[in-house]
DNA sequence: CTTTCTGCAAACGATTTGCAGCAGC
DNA sequence: GCTGCTGCAAATCGTTTGCAGAAAG
């Protein structure tokens, strides 16, 4: 764990959703761009960072709720992009651990994760 | 709707899961790559096509479920990037929109549709 | 000294776009 | 004519990679 890495950590750690690479340049200035993004994958390898892809330009990174113990979804704007994060309900997590079961059962698939988005329009844009 | 247009649709129409340009290229040969994406873009936006954007190197598109009538998940394997369909579940949709008006509620935010996905190992990479 | 990390610049590849020809009205 | 669709080739841009030097052990 080098000093770069613990970096990006910091900086993943204090925000609350998840953020894209222009974002973490601007957030710690001084970061070479390719070092950033080889590091966003040796982490991500490790399981300390997920990658997160919607149909905006920029991936996105955040912590493993391993690590930060914060079990939570996405909400996605439709308009102009942003991602925020929402608290996972626990009835909402209870149905779909056992909706998991039962396709897990009869598709043969091993669910490891799952990722619960909602699209939409985020308060400054509806 | 012009021909090469309705022959996208047709092409996803047919499909059990959201299928990528090559995949769509490699079906119906003799389209240009070109007219395919842009044909994509406009489908998308009078709300005919959704883009499907997951790790892989490749977006996916599949109908709108307006059109279709059939609600349904994605599996996505984190293996080979394979995604396929999985039928939603009318007590896991429940609960779903129960949480979505809460989260309305008190973030502002205006929920349109949601995205649900399985992430783990498909039956040929477990 | 050997291994890994860094940062610059160049390469890569999915997607987008400029442009000229064509089809439809 | 004018407008919109097509396909080729070139451009775009987020991301990845080669390489040489710096840091770590």
Redesign the pocket.
């Known amino acids: 764990m080098?000093?770069?890495?613990a970096a990006l950590v910091d900086v993943l750690r204090d925000a609350t959703r998840p953020l894209t690479?222009p974002e973490i340049l601007h957030i710690r200035g001084?970061?070479?761009?390719?070092?950033v993004?080889?590091?966003l994958?040796v982490l991500e390898q490790a399981g300390v960072v997920h990658r997160i892809v919607t149909n905006d330009?920029?991936?996105r990174f955040e912590l493993a709720e391993d690590l930060t113990g914060n079990h939570h979804h996405h909400l996605v704007c439709s308009e102009c992009g942003a991602v925020e994060d929402v608290p996972a309900s626990a009835g909402l997590e209870a149905s779909l651990h056992a909706a998991v079961s039962e396709i897990d059962r009869t598709t043969g698939f091993t669910t490891e994760r799952h990722r619960i988005d909602l699209v939409g329009r985020c308060r400054t844009c509806s």
Chains 1, 2 share one sequence.
């Open positions: 080098t000093g770069n890495r690479i001084g970061l070479a761009q390719s070092s993004y080889r590091n994958v330009e920029h991936a």
